[in-house]
C-alpha cells in the first residue's frame, strides 16, 4: 500500500485487519523484516512550506532527502544533522525520505554541535494505529507546544505512528570547512585528542576516528574564524596533524557518516553507543573488530563476522547500549536489533505504544 494523501493513509491503517510494515523508502532496513502487509509513506511527497528567512521547512514525509537538501542549498542552507545515507552499507536501493530519517532520529557527526535529528524538529503529523490524524508542536521555532510528543516520534520507528508531516528547522551552510586530520595514534591517544580537542572553545563540527585509524576534527564557519582556529589547535592539541579544506574535507566526513568503509564487507554491524572514554576498553574487550568512530568515540561502529562476538554484554557493563544496524542470516539465535529495555522502562514503552497503537499493528514486535 502506498496511500498519496493523509486521509488515505488514515484510511488504510483503520481498515487492517492485521500487522503493518510500515516503511519510508525501504533504505533503513533495521532488524528482521516484520511479518505483515508492506504500507508506505513514499507516496506522500513534497516541500509544503520553507522559510529561509525563518530558518523553517516543512515537508510531507515521503519528500526524498535529496530534493530537501537541493531546496535548502538553494538559499545556502542545509539539515542540520546530516543524515546518514544507509543504502551502501545495508545494500538498499530506492531513496531515503525526510520521514524515515525522522523515525530513525537519524543523526551524523555535526550532532556534538547542534544536537540530533530531533533537535531540529519542530512540529510532526502523523496517524496512530487506530488511524486517527494527530498533529504536535509547530511551524516556527517559537512554538513548542507538545514539544515532548514531538521528540517522541523522532527514533519511534513506525511503531507509535505513520509520519505525514515533518517540521524542521535548518540552518546556514558556513562560509568554509576545514578538517585536521591526525597521524598515526593509538586509540586511547586519539580518542584523548578528540576529548581535547571539544573540551577546547574552539566549536567543533565533527570529531571521529576513520576505518583507517585516522583521528580527524572538523571546523566550520567564516573564513578568517576557521583559520584562527586551526592556527590554535596545531600550535596546541593537534601538532602535526594535516589540514585539509573545502570538498575535500567534505568528502572525509561524508565517508565517515555514511560508513562507506563498511561498504561491501559482509558480517554483522554493530552500533553502540558509550562514553568516548570507555572506547577502548570496549573495542580491546572485543579483541580490536574493524571500527569507525565518531561522536568524539562515543558513537562507535563496527563490522565483524563473528556471530557470538559479545557487544551487549560489554556494552552493557559500561552503562551504555549498541543497536545491531546490519546482519547476516535467520539463525534464531540472532539478537534482536534494539538493545533490551530495563524492565521499568520497558513497561513504560509499552504501555506508551499501547496509547498510539492499541491493536499493536505497526512494525509489532520491531522494538521488543
Known amino acids: 500500500m502506498k496511500p498519496e494523501n493523509e486521509a488515505a493513509l488514515a484510511e488504510c491503517i483503520a481498515s487492517a485487519n492485521g500487522p503493518l510494515r510500515i516503511i519510508g523508502g525501504g533504505t533503513r532496513p533495521i532488524g528482521d523484516p516484520v511479518d505483515g502487509e508492506v504500507l508506505s509513506a513514499s507516496g506522500m511527497s513534497g516541500v509544503t512550506l520553507y522559510e529561509p528567512g525563518a530558518l523553517t521547512l516543512v515537508a510531507k514525509a515521503g519528500t526524498p532527502v535529496s530534493e530537501i537538501e537541493d531546496t535548502l542549498a538553494a538559499e545556502g542552507q542545509r539539515l542540520a544533522f546530516e543524515p546518514m545515507d544507509h543504502r551502501a552499507l545495508l545494500g538498499t536501493t530506492g531513496t531515503p525520505t525526510i520521514g524515515g530519517a525522522v523515525a530513525g532520529n537519524v543523526s551524523g557527526p555535526r550532532r556534538i554541535q547542534v544536537g540530533a535529528c530531533r533537535d ?4 510532526v503529523r502523523f496517524v496512530d494505529g487506530m488511524g486517527r490524524v494527530l498533529k504536535n508542536g509547530g511551524r516556527v521555532m517559537k ?4 514539544y515532548d510528543l514531538v521528540k517522541l516520534m523522532a527514533g519511534s520507528w513506525g511503531t507509535l505512528g505513520v509520519l505525514t508531516e515533518v517540521s524542521l528547522k535548518v540552518q546556514a551552510i558556513p562560509e568554509t570547512e576545514a578538517t585536521l586530520v591526525a597521524p598515526e595514534l593509538d586509540l586511547g591517544n586519539a580518542i584523548s585528542a578528540l576529548s581535547k580537542a571539544l573540551g577546547s572553545p574552539f566549536d567543533l563540527t565533527g570529531a571521529g576516528i576513520g576505518a583507517d585509524g585516522r583521528a580527524m576534527i572538523r571546523l566550520e564557519g567564516l573564513a578568517q574564524s576557521v583559520s584562527y582556529r586551526v592556527q590554535q589547535l596545531q600550535s596546541s592539541i593537534c601538532v602535526g596533524w594535516q589540514l585539509v579544506e573545502g570538498e575535500q574535507s567534505a568528502m572525509l566526513w561524508k565517508a565517515l557518516k555514511n560508513l562507506d568503509a563498511f561498504s561491501g564487507q559482509d558480517g554483522f554491524v554493530w552500533r553502540v553507543s558509550v562514553k568516548p572514554s570507555d572506547a577502548p576498553e570496549v573495542i580491546q574487550a572485543l579483541g580490536t573488530p574493524r571500527t569507525i568512530f565518531d ?7 563496527i563490522v565483524t563476522d563473528d556471530p557470538d562476538l559479545p557487544v551487549r554484554d560489554v556494552v552493557a557493563s559500561l552503562g551504555g547500549h549498541a543497536t545491531l ?4 542470516g535467520q539463525s534464531q539465535q540472532k539478537p534482536p536489533a534494539f538493545h533490551p529495555e530495563p524492565a521499568p522502562l520497558a513497561l513504560l514503552s509499552q504501555g ?7 491493536r499493536g499493528i505497526l512494525n509489532p514486535g520491531l522494538m521488543g
Open 325 to 328: 544496524v546490519r546482519s547476516v
Open 295 to 301: 561522536w568524539g568515540g562515543g558513537l562507535i561502529s
Open 352 to 358: 506508551i505504544r499501547d496509547k498510539f497503537d492499541p
Open 120 to 123: 531540529s524538529l519542530l512540529g
Open 143 to 146: 512554538n513548542v507546544t507538545g
